[in-house]
């Protein structure tokens, strides 16, 4: 797996076994309609988190399931925290966006 190129170095000690979405890339060819959401839309025992990106990034992913729908969290370790959520999507058009996500096409 590649190692990050992250600029903070060791403050957030990678873990190595999650993907680091590519944000060095051309800019993103699909603009994800990121929203902050602060009143609780799923219940947490019923989200399952399908995949996720590696904690050594200032921002990190989750691709989130619940009821049949698919939706990705975004969250942001900068002061303050901030979480956005993307979706919901059903599994296929859900499945692509976070694969593009991954190698730096969507954000
Ligand atoms: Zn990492």
Known sequence: MAQPTSPEG????????????????????VALDWRSETRKVN???????????????????EFLAAGGLYRFRRVSRRTPETVAYAGPWHRVRAEMLW????VGQAQ
């Open 99 to 102: 694969g593009l996500l991954i």
């Open 43 to 61: 219940s947490p025992n019923r989200q399952r988190v399908i995949a996720y990106t590696c904690s050594c990034q200032e921002t990190s992913y």
């Open 10 to 29: 060791e403050e957030w000690p990678c873990p190595g076994f999650a993907a680091h979405p590519c944000n060095w890339a051309a800019p993103a060819e």
